[in-house]
């Protein structure tokens, strides 16, 4: 940019603590920062036992946060975004790193905020950072020194509300009120608590609405529609303009059935199952399936289940369909 205001406000910043000395009136600075590469050398493995529960946290949280920050600042013209090349880099990144005593790599969001605000367009600019940094380790080091935190905080504030979107927010709340309070909880837990509990916060969250949904599965009926086709009743009227009070079995008002629909054959119905069974949601399944059957008038001779979704049958499922269509056998 033609006035890079960042820039601007880092050399501001340092330039007021080296002319009026503000760290002698309480304005606080950055921690000192070291002069020199670091030198490489093997890890130790001595707390290992000690390290292995936060290191985990750590990888899921830098994983998550990678993977996060990738999906949020992706243009339309990138690349998709791949999960396992994401672990693949991040991973490398941290072995490398171990060799060189870094700190556990991440995608960060202010990092990268502030990154495509300079205008970065690919991975140049990460060589650019690489060679910034090692300038800044080797030389600029005692000039560093003087740089407030308010200064770098601004610098973070500014560049991660871009990454706010209140439009985002209002159009949960339009889709989803659910999903609406799933990201108001995480935000508060991670405002309150902190990223990593936020983050433990907002799986939970999202795995108890998937097993939610899960758990109550859909079960349509179909009827013969347009063309032929079995679907579900409520699709099944015909979409012809002129035709628009017919039902859904093909009928139009006058009891007329267009000849080219064909009709279902009396005494049958088709149930679809919308999601795969197991054992947590079978015996819901059985129980809509059944309710079904009772309040069809006419009560139907045959019952044909559409289970395409269902691929695989567990012991326990394969029971509880075997007692369902014994009972429904028993009841005609």
Do not use: C, K
């Not at 920050?69 to 090349?85: E, G, H, K, L, Y």
């Not at 659910?178 to 405002?191: D, I, R």
């Not at 998937?210 to 032929?228: I, Q, T």
Request: proline content about 8%; overall charge negative; cysteine-free.
């Amino acid at each position: 940019p033609s006035l890079p205001g960042p820039l601007v406000a880092v050399v501001a910043g340092i330039a007021l603590v080296a002319v009026f000395g503000l760290d002698d009136h309480g304005v606080a600075l950055i921690d000192e920062v070291p002069t020199g590469l670091p030198v490489p050398a093997l890890p130790a493995f001595d707390h290992i036992d000690d390290l292995l529960p936060g290191a985990i946290a750590i990888a899921l949280m830098a994983y998550m946060e990678t993977v996060s920050v990738a999906r949020t600042v992706r243009r339309p013209t990138d690349p998709p975004i791949d999960n396992d090349q994401e672990l693949v880099a991040n991973g490398a990144a941290a072995v490398a790193g171990a060799f060189l005593g870094s700190l556990p790599p991440a995608g960060g969001f202010s990092q990268t905020a502030v990154n495509q605000r300079a205008g970065s367009q690919t991975q140049a600019s990460e060589l650019v950072t690489v060679g910034l940094a090692m300038t800044s380790a080797l030389s600029l080091g005692p000039v560093l020194n003087d740089l407030p935190q308010a200064t770098l905080g601004a610098l973070v504030i500014v560049a991660v509300l871009g990454l706010i979107r209140p439009s985002e927010i209002a159009f949960l709340a339009r889709f989803d009120r659910l999903e609406l309070f799933v990201a108001l909880l995480t935000a508060a837990v991670g405002l309150v608590a902190g990223l990593l509990v936020a983050v433990a916060v907002g799986v939970a969250a999202n795995l108890l609405l998937v097993l939610r949904e899960l758990n109550h599965p859909d079960v349509d009926e179909l009827r013969v529609g347009p063309g032929g086709q079995l679907v579900p009743v409520a699709t099944t009227i015909d979409q012809d303009p002129g035709r628009a009070g017919s039902n859904g079995n093909g009928d139009v008002p006058g009891g007329h059935a267009p000849s080219t629909l064909p009709r279902m054959p009396p005494g049958l119905r088709v149930l679809r199952i919308g999601a795969p069974l197991y054992t947590a949601n079978v015996r819901e399944v059985q129980r809509e399936i059944v309710r079904r059957v009772d309040a069809a008038d006419p009560r139907p001779r045959v019952l044909v289940l559409d289970a395409t979704v269902v691929e695989r049958l567990s012991v326990t499922v394969l029971q509880v369909l075997r007692e369902m269509a014994q009972q429904l056998s028993d009841e005609g």
